[in-house]
């Protein structure tokens, strides 16, 4: 439990660090990882930060069908980072998800 109040704490003080680039443009520049369930979802999550991946932790949007209500969103300039720690510690997962203009779009 400690993990995960330490890992919020270090996202928070991450989001409140004044990014200048606007908040549309951040959004449009992540890319999204959907489970099927929790557990796989805060393992990736504990991994990523671990790993000191920008991550954030959201509600998986409607027009993704996954059977987990969390995912997560990370830069998309960390995908084969982010990849590489999922295929090395066999995290299981729905898909790689980007933000189109019609919803998101399935990459993996």
């Known amino acids: 439990m400690d993990v ?3 890992s919020r704490r270090r996202r928070n003080s991450r989001e409140s660090s004044g990014n200048p680039m606007p908040r549309r ?3 449009m ?4 990882i959907a489970f099927d369930s929790t557990q ?3 393992r990736a999550e504990m991994l990523l930060e671990y790993a000191d991946v920008e991550i954030d932790l ?3 949007p409607k027009e993704i069908t996954a059977g ?5 969103a990370f830069p ?3 995908l084969e980072r982010v990849k590489q720690i999922i295929d090395s510690e066999k995290v299981e997962i729905r898909g790689l ?3 189109t203009s019609d919803g998101y779009e399935q990459i993996q």
Not at 29 to 32: F, I, M, T
Not at 68 to 72: E, G, R, T, V, Y
Request: glycine share 0%; net charge negative.
């Open 4 to 6: 995960l109040k330490a």
């Open 25 to 27: 443009q951040r959004e």
């Open 29 to 32: 520049d992540q890319l999204l």
């Open 40 to 42: 796989q979802a805060l």
């Open 58 to 60: 959201c509600p998986t």
């Open 68 to 72: 987990c209500a969390l995912s997560i």
């Open 76 to 78: 998309d300039s960390d």
């Open 97 to 99: 998800f980007e933000k």
